[in-house]
């Protein structure tokens, strides 16, 4: 049985490496259940590029282990690390959960990726952003898929447009000045094609710190592209609520999303 413990994605020289702390070396840890072909989810916490906020990793991995999925909570590089760290932190947990899927038990073809705020951000640009691999790499590692096959996007920041982004979450990952083809790579209902994994949203109405347009307009965009989603939008419930327990009818996020995840073969 695996060990609750990291397990680093460069377990040698970390790329781009601005020290060697925790923060610089980035890694998943497992929460695995029994079987050999669980569906799997790659969580990542919220926390405006800056930081990572507990609350939205390890409970959510165990929530999801009530499912019948296993997860990873992904320490990914924030700032002082640009654009495109993050991401290829997320694309290289996919990457590696897929390689070593018969060691943790999990089904290759059924591994997604979650994500609050921020790391909803990240988990939505891996679900528009990603490489089929390499096939021609030496690293087995590389030639392995990032493309997740399905995203859950909570309270996520989609869109870099200045009208309704995060702004803090938009400099640290981008700068003050940053190019306006990043700008518009990085808003990621600007990326959606009809090649985008499912995706499962949830916003409040009155969400003071992302607007909830971010996840109408990530909504609008997988419509066109005749994606399959799911979109709840709950009255009321400030911005990082988290698995919303202290709200009595935004907390209902989960049994959605619990009948979601079983109506897409993921949860038992």
């Known amino acids: 049985m695996i060990k609750k413990e990291w397990i680093e994605l460069w377990p040698d020289a970390v790329p781009g490496a601005l020290g060697s702390s925790d923060e610089d070396r980035p890694a998943v840890m497992p929460y695995l259940l029994p079987g050999d072909r669980n569906a799997a989810v790659i969580v990542c916490p919220g926390g405006g590029y800056g930081m990572q906020a507990d609350h939205e990793g390890v409970p959510v991995a165990e929530w999801l282990n009530t499912l019948g999925i296993s997860a990873f909570v992904l320490r990914y590089r924030v700032a002082p690390y640009p654009y495109s760290y993050a991401l290829r932190d997320a694309q290289r947990a996919l990457q590696t959960v897929r390689l070593r899927a018969d060691e943790f038990g999990i089904d290759p073809v059924?591994?997604?990726?979650?994500?609050?705020?921020?790391?909803?951000?990240?988990?939505?640009?891996?679900?528009?952003?990603?490489s089929h691999g390499d096939k021609e790499s030496?690293?087995?590692?590389?030639?392995?898929?990032?493309?997740?096959?399905?995203?859950?996007?909570?309270?996520?920041?989609?869109?870099?447009?200045?009208?309704?982004?995060?702004?803090?979450?938009?400099?640290?990952?981008?700068?003050?000045?940053?190019?306006?083809?990043?700008?518009?790579?990085l808003s990621s209902e600007l990326q959606v094609t009809a090649e985008t994994p499912p995706v499962f949203l949830w916003h409040t109405a009155d969400d003071a710190a992302v607007p909830v347009e971010n996840s109408l307009r990530m909504a609008a965009s997988l419509a066109r592209h005749g994606v399959p989603y799911d979109l709840h939008v709950y009255t009321h419930g400030r911005h990082g609520l988290g698995l919303a327990g202290e709200e009595p009818h935004t907390c209902h996020w989960t049994d959605a999303c619990a009948s979601w995840l079983k109506l897409h073969g993921y949860a038992v």
């Open 110 to 130: 059924r591994l997604g990726i979650l994500g609050f705020s921020a790391g909803g951000h990240l988990a939505s640009t891996s679900a528009v952003l990603y």
């Open 138 to 185: 030496a690293d087995p590692l590389e030639r392995e898929s990032s493309r997740p096959d399905f995203a859950i996007l909570c309270y996520p920041v989609i869109s870099m447009d200045d009208a309704v982004t995060h702004q803090g979450s938009k400099t640290n990952l981008l700068g003050t000045e940053p190019a306006e083809e990043l700008v518009k790579l």
